[in-house]
């Protein structure tokens, strides 16, 4: 059992940067795969960023690509998303999610057993 929250969100302007942290308890954390996924006022939730339990690999969405850096600390259980650059689309509530996935499902949310309750994140233009 995996518990998450997140925390870091907030209002910022176009261009503007933000870091969002994921606080995870469950001592199998550090052999979890970890995504960050958001969700837009009537839209689908969709995928952003995932890493793998060792670090080593990272994937992202082709929207924040170049933009957003995934990482994480498993010493402290924590995962972090940095966001640079941020744009008015980027607008959403976002989740972070665990679980022990292979990274052909890393940007499928139904495979996360585990969410967080998210946090907003609001870019005015």
């Known amino acids: 059992q995996v518990q998450l929250v997140e925390s870091g969100g907030g209002l910022v302007q176009a261009g503007g940067s933000l870091r969002l942290s994921c606080a995870a308890s469950?001592?199998?954390?550090?052999?979890?795969?970890m995504g960050w996924f958001r969700q837009a006022p009537g839209k689908e939730r969709e995928f952003v960023a995932a890493?793998?339990?060792?670090?080593?690999?990272?994937y992202y969405s082709d929207s924040v690509k170049g933009r957003f850096t995934i990482s994480r600390e498993n010493a402290k259980n924590m995962v972090y998303l940095q966001m640079n650059t941020l744009k008015p689309e980027d607008t959403a509530v976002y989740y972070c999610a665990a679980d022990s996935v292979g990274p052909s499902a890393w940007a499928v949310k139904k495979t996360y057993a585990y969410w967080g309750q998210g946090t907003q994140v609001t870019v005015s233009s």
């Open positions: 890493i793998s339990w060792s670090t080593e690999s990272t």
């Open positions: 469950g001592r199998t954390f550090r052999t979890y795969s």
